[in-house]
Nanobody
Framework: QVQLVESGGGLVQAGGSLRLSCVVS????????MAWYRQAPGKQRDLVAV???????NYADSVKGRFAISRDNIKNTVYLQMNSLKPEDTAVYYC??????????WGQGTQVTVSS
């Protein structure tokens, strides 16, 4: 069973940056497509960014050009660099495998709050 520990969130002003990290265990990380998700208060959890085992990336339209996902297969860690943050980016951010089940194993997430 996958275990995930997210970190790096915080309070930042609009236009600022944060870098999230997620340490992954319990799976063969190097052969697993990974993703970042986020859930704003009162909303469903949405996919934000994906990174494949070959390093290919995809982003939600709302974050394209501002966020960058990356991975370190030695450290079993996936990152999310978030630049030009907006108040609407405020959410709890989670990492998981690309097609993680909503009822599956999730970490505690990391809170990102962007003030205007």
């Amino acid at each position: 069973q996958v275990q995930l520990v997210e970190s790096g969130g915080g309070l930042v002003q609009a236009g600022g940056s944060l870098r999230l990290s997620c340490v992954v265990s319990g799976i063969t990380f190097s052969i697993t497509n990974m993703a970042w998700y986020r859930q704003a208060p009162g909303k469903q959890r949405d996919l934000v960014a994906v990174i494949t085992i070959t390093g290919g990336t995809n982003y939600a339209d709302s974050v394209k050009g501002r966020f960058a996902i990356s991975r370190d297969n030695i450290k079993n860690t996936v990152y999310l660099q978030m630049n030009s943050l907006k108040p609407e980016d405020t959410a709890v951010y989670y990492c998981n495998t690309r097609y993680a089940s909503p009822s599956g194993s999730w970490g505690q997430g990391t809170q990102v709050t962007v003030s205007s």
